[in-house]
């Protein structure tokens, strides 16, 4: 499975589950800055891989987050659901039956830190740090070369 099949999957996800509005892949503050959002939504990016002698790890963090009425007044309530959408969305990765052929892994604990943004809205969320393992096989004869033995 590719990046791109997995970015594709995950995007799929987020924009099945009923209380996510708006699905992102990408650098989360510049999109806040620079783009229209429909809240609640769901950003995730890349923050590295690792391949390792029979599998590849694709690390992201995810973003849940939603618009609260001013600075002070529903923090915890929006805190409250986004926790419980994350938590949903992490169901699905670990069970993907309506996803295709999925053979990616994640772990049994993932952190969750929480943040609130007062710019460019004022917002509060959920980040989930989510380390994807696939099979890498290892197969030098799908690899493209005009090398001759």
Known sequence: MTLNQIVKELTKIGNDHEQINFVYFGDVWERLSNGEV????M??????ATIG????????????MDRMLSEETNETEVLS????VAQDFIAQ?????????????CGDTIPITYF?????????GVKCDITLNLPFIN????VPTNYSY
């Open 81 to 84: 659901d986004q926790t419980l």
């Open 43 to 48: 950003f995730f990016t890349l923050t590295g």
């Open 38 to 41: 429909t809240y609640p939504a």
């Open 93 to 105: 990765l670990r069970y993907p039956i309506d996803y295709g052929v999925v053979t990616w892994t």
């Open 116 to 124: 609130t943004e007062s710019d460019p809205d004022f917002l509060a």
């Open 139 to 142: 197969n030098r004869c799908q």
């Open 53 to 64: 002698a029979k599998e590849i790890d694709y690390n992201f963090s995810f973003y849940f």
